[in-house]
């Protein structure tokens, strides 16, 4: 599978902008991606989204950078190097939705398909069958990507975010639940909280 994290200008992928990608290829982590690219012309840009993912109005009109059909032409071809291309990471869907509309935009014939893994669902599931308490915010589960961390004994995402850093601490969090070990050699000095708990 494919664990990727997105950064873009807001939260709605047909008016804001993909601004960078990170991915890991699961099955060969060593083989990394990582990309940014200017905004596309004409798309919002949400100052919330910029104060989360740390960039600023001008990089995101930055002509130097690569347009966003470059940067989407070099991750199609990175990720179809991959055997297995099935999207995984935190809230995954808002992701798929943010690198098809791209795709589509570079008129790339490729779009990643409905069905995801997603890490929330994945975390919840887990810590039901071991019976671990899920944090509840409001009367309802709390499993937010920092949430997940702080379960499995890792650090929460550096801010402000970055896509690479997301996509590699989605892909640890993902090997410790589904296979409890470490994955990636930055991660190894934490310990593997969630799975020996009762």
Known sequence: MIVVDIEATGLDHRNHSLLSIGAIDFENPGRQFYGECRAWEGAHLDPEALAVNGFTETECLNPSKDSLEELMVRFHHWMTQSND???????????????????????????????????????????????????????????SSDAVMRLLGLPE????????????IAAEAFSRLMYGKNLLPEFAEYPMQLLTQK
């Open 85 to 143: 291309r099935i999207l995984a990471g935190h809230n995954i869907s808002f992701d798929r939705d943010f690198l098809n509309s791209s795709l589509q935009r570079a008129k790339i014939n490729f779009a990643f398909p409905y069905r995801t893994i997603d890490l929330h669902t994945l975390a919840y599931t887990t810590c039901r069958t071991k019976g671990i308490p899920i944090p509840e915010r409001n009367g309802h589960p709390a499993l």
């Open 157 to 168: 995402e550096p801010k402000p975010h970055i896509a690479l850093m997301g996509a590699k």
